[in-house]
């Protein structure tokens, strides 16, 4: 079936739309009542974010639109030690659009919100005029523990800063796949419940956490160290990328540490909990890479920066992501 | 009322004795007045003596060219001013150091080099400084390195923590003395001591202990750890050296591993111009550079007679060396340390003490640590402070075909900070940022520009923080309040991101110049130009409509400026790697070129070097990469174009150092030229087209001709030539094209590829034939290093 702008219209294309494919997949009470809004319990400090989603291919190797935007909402609200409930969704479909695909990433998101502990209790869907693209904008909802303090102002002096996995996978997936290249590149789009819960179950005392997503774990770690006030040091040699992503990132002169990613975040812990911390990374779902890979400073300049120790011995300064790909060296 | 007589004296007048002498001439005359050096002149103020000043004159007028009264100096011009003053005058006539002070412009002294006179008491066995590695005189010695403040008092310098002693104390008082009022005057007695360490292991014991050697002792252990093929430190004036003896080649691959440098050429210290002359010609030009004050680093051609290193040398200096450069970097010793060494050695590998892609290594400490870690062998330092960091500054001559130009390639101790004069009264005091690679920032009052030494890359902690603490101490040495801010247009340029916080700290904007507009302004700034056109060949600028230029020609008024045109975009991957990486830059170029049908692809598999590429996956995502535009940039760079013509002739296939592929092309290209010795027509018809009222150069139907030439099996020097040679004949029809829109035929010509000194001469040549007056950088480099320079000039 292709979706056309009748589906849209609020009719019985619409319901149609949304019984086959929705409410089949998001099966839940919730959902299924077809209300106005969700009503949900809940009694704790809430964590609230949204996101929009609009990534080209829609379906790409390791993942696609659906289980992305189940991912980036429940990462986001997890970065903050929040326990991740609850997810509404918003379609804005081109006209144009296989209904067939859609039902694919519909599968997808249901598939995905169950693997990270969510449900989907509300949605919406509009078509609009084009080429049969799909975005999705989804909204999450999430408890945190009182006394909980995990933010991007806590760095401090002598702590270590983890990375939970290897680099670079989701972006040089989604280039791959809009150069039609083949090979052995997978997304990396996951939800980090499992990592997240397993630290607070162990009272692992998290200074902060962040997603290591567009403008990469340069941009990340160099907007924290000037929300702290700190300096980061990163040894060259231990960040994680994996081989087939080197040699991919070589020949187009990428850089993994500005490269997005969908399923990664770094944790940055007290030097003294750092070991414990890695073990319980390590055992948990998608965190079996992860490593140390630097260490927070005071700040030794009136600015705060980001510096990488080279396997040479010269330190490379990093910073947010710039205009991409442009040449510096005259 | 007074009168006072102010001269203004210009020629070879600083470092060589001139302020001793006039100062002794001075009282001699009984004159009441002062001698003082001012941004590379010197002022002399008299007060009332009218006769006595016309006896001063005539007697300086005397120190022409090889006279014998004062040797290696040279009175070029005395202008003078004369005002009535009610300033009284001082008692007798004395050297002014501390109040270098004209026009509120602050004049520091640069770093000078042992004088003739210091020279030949440290090896004088009766002087009391016999071998003592630091002597110097009033007009010899360090300045800026050692000043943390002004005036220029000992208090004020590194030498605060070494008083004098009664002896030197005595001298520093005594008028005719040529250590009156020296503020480095210092002896065995009390000036700072030379020492040795290393680590050594215990015998008994087995363990690793500190080594400490003093005085001689540590002078001769050093000699002979470098005779022994040792790697050590050596604190100069404005930094540390690393030394090996330059005719051991194990020495000089383990000096590679210390620098992490594979291939780039180092320098070599010799004892004096007649043992160069045994490896390289040294014209005139050549032997007075290398005997200026500066002491720089002069870029020579090598000998290579007979298809051999082998001369009177009685050896040859290895290609470990210089990666069979065609030149080599010589140079003289320059301060007491280096002359007693050079006493020992007829050839001595001294390059910069620093870590692959730092700046100079200039603490202690810091050299302390390389040893303890087993990277370096040893230390040869003293524990006088430097505060001003200084590499050693390098040239060299290009030979036009009716002069010889001098040009800078880093303009650093010796040179900084001697101000440069603009022809340009600036409304208030500036600071521009210059670019983030040979980073140099200028800081500018009125009509003086004070530029710093270089930085290296910006994105380096160690530069940054270099480049930071410069700018801090320059800006209170020259008592400057910026108020104005230049920085490059390129977004991802430290340099500009900081120059706007400095701006916006100061309650102002920062003015963006776009990169070549100031390589440009840079030679209209030496020339004291308003308009003119201009062609500057660069490697990469942030260009005005987002792409990377660096083949741009420019027509520049005041402090605009219109693009006439531009070498053609090519479309290469990968940002910097693009540079680092040139066989795939080549290899995406001739995908271009097989795209627009100028390339039949089947004839790749002849090439030696893009064989490989063929039905490789490489090739395949090159290809998607390029349709996809995927971290991908279009460019009008020249210096790609030489790496990639480099690759083509498959002279070179990466960059291991900057500048490598271009280097070796002219290398060849000059050794072909050299033997034709004249100057044929191109044989690469360039095209040079206007579209849309912009003058194109085909870069991609350039590269084209060069890779079918090169399959029809061309001889490479001869093919290398031939590029220069096209290059420049094309280069002129874009020229007289610019011409024809403007009516001018003034122009500039800069951009870090005019370093190449074979491209130079073909295109000034041909340029003059044309009746165009060409201007080039003499005083500022060419390359990034003089765009602070330029920033400054079109400052408003
Ligand atoms: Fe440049
Ligand atoms: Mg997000
Ligand atoms: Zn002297
Ligand atoms: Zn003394």
Same mark, same amino acid.
């Given at each position: 079936m292709i979706i056309t702008m009748a589906h849209g219209s609020g009719g019985a294309f619409t319901s149609e739309l949304i019984d086959k494919i929705f409410v089949k997949e998001f099966d839940n009470e919730t959902v299924k009542e077809l209300e106005d809004c969700a009503v949900i319990p809940g009694s704790k400090k809430i964590a609230m974010t949204t996101d929009s989603f609009v990534v080209?291919?829609?379906?790409?190797p390791g993942g696609d639109i659906g289980r992305l935007c189940i991912c980036g909402t429940v990462n986001d609200l997890l970065m903050r030690g929040a326990k991740a409930k609850y997810i509404t969704c918003g379609f804005i479909i081109e006209e144009g659009a296989n209904s067939e695909t859609l039902k694919r990433i519909v599968h997808s998101m249901a598939e995905t919100a169950k693997e990270a502990g969510v449900i989907i209790v509300a949605g919406d869907t509009k078509v609009i005029d084009g080429n049969g693209g799909i975005m999705i904008n989804t909204a999450g909802v999430g408890f945190v523990e009182e006394g909980l303090d995990i933010s991007s102002r806590n760095l401090t002096p002598g702590d270590l800063v983890i990375l939970s996995g290897n680099l670079g996978d989701h972006h040089a997936t989604i280039l791959g796949s809009r150069m039609n290249i083949t090979n052995s590149i997978k997304s990396d789009?996951?939800?980090l419940t499992d990592i997240v819960s397993n630290l607070l179950k162990e009272k692992i005392n998290i200074h902060t956490m962040r997603d290591v997503?567009?403008?990469g774990l340069a941009t990340v770690l160099t907007e924290l160290s000037r929300s702290s006030r700190v300096d980061i040091k990163l040894e060259e040699d231990k960040i994680p990328v994996s081989n087939a992503v080197r040699d991919f990132c070589g020949l187009l002169g990428l850089d993994p540490l500005y490269m997005g990613n969908e399923g990664k975040c770094i944790i940055v812990v007290p030097k003294n909990e750092a070991g414990k911390a890695l073990e319980v990374i390590r055992n948990s779902k998608y965190g079996e890479?992860?490593?140390?890979i630097g260490e927070v400073k005071e700040m030794a300049e009136d600015k705060a920066c980001v510096y990488i120790e080279t396997e040479i011995g010269g330190k490379r300064i990093l910073d947010v992501l710039q205009d991409e790909g442009l040449p510096r060296i005259c | 009322m007074h009168t006072l007589y102010s001269l203004n004296v210009t020629g070879l007048?600083?470092?060589?004795?001139f302020r001793p002498y006039v100062e002794e001439l001075g009282n001699k005359l009984n004159l009441k007045g002062s001698v003082s050096n001012i941004g590379g002149q010197v002022l002399i103020k008299i007060f009332d003596d009218k006769k006595g000043l016309d006896i001063l004159k005539e007697n300086l007028s005397?120190?022409?060219?090889?006279?014998?009264?004062?040797?290696?100096s040279r009175v070029d011009n005395i202008l003078i001013s004369t005002e009535t003053s009610n300033e009284n005058p001082p008692r007798n006539f004395f050297i002014?150091?501390?109040?270098?002070?004209h026009d509120n412009i602050r004049f520091i002294p640069v770093d000078y080099a042992t004088c003739d006179k210091c020279k030949s008491e440290l090896l004088?066995?009766?002087?009391?400084?016999?071998?003592?590695?630091f002597i110097s005189c009033v007009a010899c010695g360090p300045r800026i390195t050692i000043?943390?403040?002004?005036?220029?008092d000992r208090e004020n %310098?590194?030498?605060?923590d070494f008083p004098m002693c009664e002896t030197c104390e005595t001298e520093y008082k005594t008028?005719?003395?040529?250590?009156?009022?020296?503020? %480095?005057i210092a002896c065995h007695d009390c000036g700072p001591i030379l020492k040795f360490y290393a680590k050594k292991r215990?015998?008994?014991?087995?363990l690793v202990e500190d080594y400490k050697l003093e005085r001689e002792d540590a002078f001769s252990k050093a000699v002979k750890e470098i005779k022994a093929g040792k790697v050590l430190a050596v604190k100069d004036i404005g930094g540390y050296h690393f030394v090996c003896?330059?005719?051991n080649v194990k020495a000089i691959r383990k000096m590679r591993q210390v620098k992490a440098r594979e291939k780039k050429a180092f320098a070599v210290m010799f004892p004096d111009v007649k043992t160069i002359k045994k490896l390289a010609y040294v014209s005139e030009k050549e032997a007075e550079l290398l005997e200026s004050n500066a002491r720089p680093i002069v870029l020579l051609r090598k000998r290579e007679e007979?298809?051999?290193? %082998?001369?009177?040398?009685?050896?040859n200096l290895s290609?470990?060396?210089?990666?069979?450069?065609?030149?080599i970097g010589a140079m003289l010793p320059s301060n007491p340390l280096q002359i007693l060494l050079m006493q020992e050695f007829d050839c001595l590998i001294m390059t910069?003490?620093?870590?692959?892609?730092?700046?100079?290594i200039t603490r202690d400490k810091d050299i302390f640590d390389l040893v303890k870690n087993g990277q370096i062998d040893g230390s040869l330092y003293?524990?006088?402070?430097?505060i001003n960091p200084l590499d050693d500054s390098i040239v060299k001559v290009t030979k036009l075909d009716n002069r010889e130009i001098t040009q800078i390639i880093r303009r650093a101790r010796?040179?900084?900070?001697?101000p440069i004069k603009i022809n340009k009264f600036l409304k208030n005091d500036y600071y521009a940022a210059g670019a983030d690679l040979k980073s140099v920032f200028a800081l500018a009052r009125k009509n003086y520009v004070t530029l710093s030494g270089h930085f290296g890359d910006l994105n380096d902690y160690e530069a940054r923080r270099a480049k930071d603490r410069a700018r801090k101490i320059f800006t209170k040495l020259l008592d400057l309040k910026p108020k104005s801010f230049i920085a490059d247009r390129?977004?991802?340029?430290y340099s500009n991101k900081d120059t706007k916080i400095l701006a916006n700290e100061a309650g102002t904007k920062a003015l963006e110049i776009q990169h070549h507009h100031a390589h440009q302004a840079s030679v209209m700034a030496e020339h004291s130009l308003s308009e003119c056109i201009g062609i500057v060949l660069d490697g990469t600028g942030y260009g005005n409509d987002g792409n990377i230029w660096g083949g741009e020609f420019l027509y520049c008024k005041d402090t605009d400026f219109r693009r006439l045109g531009h070498f053609d975009y090519l479309e290469l991957i990968g940002a910097d790697n693009a540079t680092v990486d040139i066989d795939k830059s080549a290899m995406v170029a001739m995908i271009q070129a097989i795209n627009a049908k100028?390339?039949?692809?089947?004839?790749?598999?002849?090439?030696p070097c893009f064989k490989?590429?063929?039905?490789?996956a490489s090739l395949d995502l090159l290809k998607a990469a390029l349709k996809e535009h995927i971290n991908s940039y279009k460019t009008s760079s020249v210096g790609r174009l030489f790496d990639i013509a480099a690759v083509i002739m498959n002279?070179?296939?990466?960059?291991?150092?900057?500048g490598e592929a271009p280097m070796k092309l002219e290398a060849l290209a000059t050794r072909y030229f050299e033997r034709i010795e004249n100057l044929n027509p191109a044989i690469i018809p360039v095209i040079v087209k206007e579209i849309n009222g912009e003058i194109l150069v085909d870069s991609k139907g350039f590269m084209s001709d060069l890779f079918k030439l090169y399959i029809a099996g061309a001889r490479v020097d001869e093919l290398a030539f031939e590029f220069h040679n096209s290059l420049a004949k094309a280069l002129v029809s874009v020229a007289i094209a610019m011409r024809d829109k403007t009516?001018?035929?003034?122009i500039a010509l800069s951009g870090?590829?005019?370093?190449?000194s074979l491209l130079l001469k073909l295109l000034v040549t041909r340029l003059e034939k044309e009746d165009f007056k060409v201007y080039l950088n003499?005083?500022?480099?060419?390359?990034?290093?003089g765009i602070a320079l330029g920033q400054i000039y079109l400052g408003n």
């Open positions: 080209k291919p829609i379906e790409y789009n996951a939800p997503t567009r403008g890479n992860a490593v140390i | 007048v600083q470092g060589v004795g005397k120190l022409c060219k090889n006279n014998t009264v004062l040797p290696g002014n150091n501390s109040l270098n002070i004088d066995k009766n002087n009391i400084r016999y071998r003592y590695p000043i943390n403040e002004l005036p220029y %310098t590194s030498m605060k008028f005719e003395n040529i250590r009156h009022y020296a503020q %480095t215990n015998e008994i014991n087995g003896d330059a005719k007979d298809g051999s290193d %082998t001369d009177s040398f009685g050896y290609e470990e060396i210089d990666d069979n450069a065609i030149r910069s003490g620093n870590l692959a892609g730092e700046p100079i003293n524990e006088r402070e430097i010796g040179y900084v900070p001697d390129h977004p991802g340029y100028l390339v039949d692809e089947e004839l790749l598999i002849n090439h490989k590429y063929i039905n490789s002279i070179c296939q990466k960059n291991s150092y900057e009516n001018c035929s003034d870090g590829c005019f370093n190449n003499e005083k500022v480099p060419c390359g990034d290093g």
